[in-house]
């Protein structure tokens, strides 16, 4: 089965820095790619996806790049705030609106 | 819309006891998807329906576990005797095909001592 692994498990940046985590997939069928934002004590909640037929994407502060070649796909925030700070989750799946693998999440702490 | 709900928010129960969790998904999603979130473990999903059909259930740790969709709103999680390596948070979430994002709800603490 799919097996994601995302990198770093801790990232600490100054706020206005930027952050970037990376994340690996090993199935070559996946072809949708979210990304969860977990703050403590809440729910994950989508922040920003993409699929397999676009390179990247971005909304506002935040984007996304696929490479499926390599198959890896990493998070990117510019301008970091206070807010930013909480657990980030990388998925992959095969079938779109179906079955999500999770990475292991990265614990990003914005300091002021 | 009040989003994916979940019953109780927090249980505490001890070692064999049987423990249900509740989950009501958005109205109009055919998806749901069972979900456990340790520190050791990370976010792993149990078992997910498709229109309250069981698809996956690939990731039920055993057979102490069992999960049901008796109707399009409604979805529980059972746990037959529970165990204190049971403790965790449960989460619920839905969607709906050709919309990719999947709703999680608040979730259900367990502790089981």
């Known amino acids: 089965g799919e097996n994601v692994e995302q990198h770093p498990s801790t990232l600490s940046v100054q706020e206005g820095d930027s952050a970037v985590i990376k994340c690996t997939y090993s199935?070559?069928?996946?072809?949708?790619f979210p990304w969860y934002k977990q703050e403590l004590g809440k729910r994950p909640q989508l922040i920003i996806d993409?699929?397999?037929?676009?390179g990247e994407k971005k909304d506002q502060r935040i984007a996304v790049t696929l490479n499926k070649t390599a198959k890896h796909f990493s998070l990117h925030i510019t301008e970091t705030q206070p807010e930013d700070s909480a657990v980030y989750f990388c998925a992959a799946s095969t079938d779109s609106w179906g079955k999500l693998q999770f990475g292991a999440g990265t614990q990003v702490v914005v300091t002021p | 819309d009040a989003g994916v709900i979940q019953s109780p928010r927090h249980e505490v129960t001890e070692m064999g006891q049987e423990v249900t969790l509740r989950c009501k998904p958005i109205s109009g999603h055919d998806y749901l998807f069972w979900y456990r979130q340790t520190m050791m473990r990370g976010l792993e999903l149990l078992i997910y329906?498709?229109?309250?059909?069981?698809?996956?259930d690939s990731g039920m740790p055993e057979d102490r576990f069992s999960a049901k969709m008796p109707n399009a709103s409604f979805s529980t999680l059972k746990i037959q005797p529970s165990e204190p390596r049971d403790s965790a948070v449960y989460f619920c979430?839905?969607?709906?095909?050709?919309?990719?994002?999947?709703?999680f709800g608040p979730g259900t603490r367990l502790t089981v001592t």
């Open positions: 993409i699929r397999s037929n676009v």
């Open positions: 329906f498709n229109n309250n059909v069981p698809i996956d």
């Open positions: 979430a839905s969607s709906r095909t050709e919309k990719y994002e999947q709703y």
């Open positions: 199935d070559s069928a996946s072809n949708y």
